[in-house]
């Protein structure tokens, strides 16, 4: 048996029936010209026949229950494909929704410990002939973007090539004597050498961040998010919704607005999720806070390697009822993140990161979440996905679609990743405590359209 990580166990441990946590993806293809209808069986087939499942994908915990047995991987020598991989039809007549209810009842049952924590979902059935392909697994065996990075490293650029490795399959390790993962004494004392920098550093770089958020009062902070339908104590039944974006429509804006597409993506979500309380009767007086990842691979040396992110909170703007005044909101509120992140190490950042997000620990004692202030209302992930078109075995790669885990106080989660020239966004929420969650779709599309009028008309005015 191997030794589990501490985080892994953690993920395992805080584990319930109403608190799955698994990450999944939805992937959408369109198969190619003159494809028979056999083509999707033919896939499930392939999928079936794989030789040989990597070591990752045939491990399980070494006992179903939390105890201290729970602290190794048991490792399984044969695993049944079949179990694993499983192929559905949709109830007539086919449409999104019914694919999408169909994820979500998935998305919402617990993975089996007597089993190696995944499953993948083929999909027929759907009514302009396309397929999509379901995947879930266990945030103890891999986390949400390497689980994307997965699924995407076996398709291919080439619409005509053929037998593309299914994601469980072994790959090519590269070699451990690379000059990188060569032992060097000099290069660890520097390593000591610069953690001990990291924390002398972190004294003056808390006065700064302290002086910072004096300074800008308008800073978010933690623990100052109104309390929303969304942080309460959730259920285990899950819905999902998702939907597609173009990239340029959404660069457009930015461009005309001179801020980021990150920015019109949390307009969008903000815009959003204030027509959506709205329509609830449940839009509190003060601006809802998002959770935003921030990735750290530009302060990281290029051969320093590893996976750096950190957090931040932004203001979303949801008290203002004009769209141009709650992007610059959420711009401004970006920057002044951003500017606190400025001058700091990647640890330091880090360490920043997780105190943003610390009282989630507190989550599962009980009454926690229902009297204790949210830290922040809700996460909104941008995961990078392709650049370029893909293909399985010549079926187009139409969409791929994340779903997060939804959590004590946290009911709902909006992640998006790009695919070629669209932003696809994944909508996962708890069932009981975020009624009518397909909404969302329809006021992230009345957001966009509402950005795109007013930057029109300020450029025209600006023209006269």
Known sequence: MALMLPQDFMFLAIESREHPMHVGGLELFSPPEGAGPEFVRDRYQQLLDTPEVAEKFRRRPGTPFNTPRNLFWATDSDIDLDYHVQLSALPQPGRMRELFAMTSRWHSQLLDRHRPLWETHVVEGLEDGRFAVYTKVHHALIDGVSALKTLQSVLLEDPDATGAPSPFAPRPRKSILSKKSMFNPLGLAKSGADLVGDVAGGVPAAARIGWQA????????????????????????????????????????????????????????????????????????????????????????????????????????????????????????????????????????????????????????????????????????????????????????????????????????????SNAGNLDFGVVGCRKSVPHLQRILTYLEDALVSLEKRVDNSSATSLL
């Open 214 to 417: 004096v300074r800008e009062r308008d800073m978010v902070l933690p623990l100052r998010a109104p309390r929303t339908m969304f942080n309460v104590p959730i259920g285990g039944a899950r819905r999902f919704a998702a939907q597609s974006w173009p990239i340029d429509r959404i660069k457009a804006v930015g461009k005309a607005a001179d801020c980021t597409l990150n920015d019109v993506v949390l307009a969008m979500c903000g815009s959003a999720l204030r027509d959506y309380l709205l329509s609830q009767n449940a839009l509190p007086e003060d601006p809802l806070i998002a959770m935003v990842p921030v990735s750290l691979h530009s302060l990281v040396e290029e051969d320093s390697g590893g996976n750096a992110v950190t957090s931040v909170l932004a203001n979303l703007g949801t008290h203002l009822d004009d769209p141009i005044d709650r992007l610059e909101c959420i711009t401004n509120s970006m920057r002044q993140a951003k500017r606190m992140l400025t001058g700091l190490s990647p640890l330091q950042a880090m360490a920043v990161g997780a105190f943003m997000v610390a009282p989630l620990a507190f989550a599962p004692l009980p009454g926690y979440v229902t009297h204790a202030p949210p830290p922040f209302n809700v996460v909104i992930s941008n995961v990078p996905g392709p650049k370029v078109p893909l293909h399985w075995d010549g079926a187009r790669l139409d969409g791929i679609y994340p779903l997060s885990i939804a959590m004590d106080g946290l009911a709902l989660n909006i992640t998006l990743t």
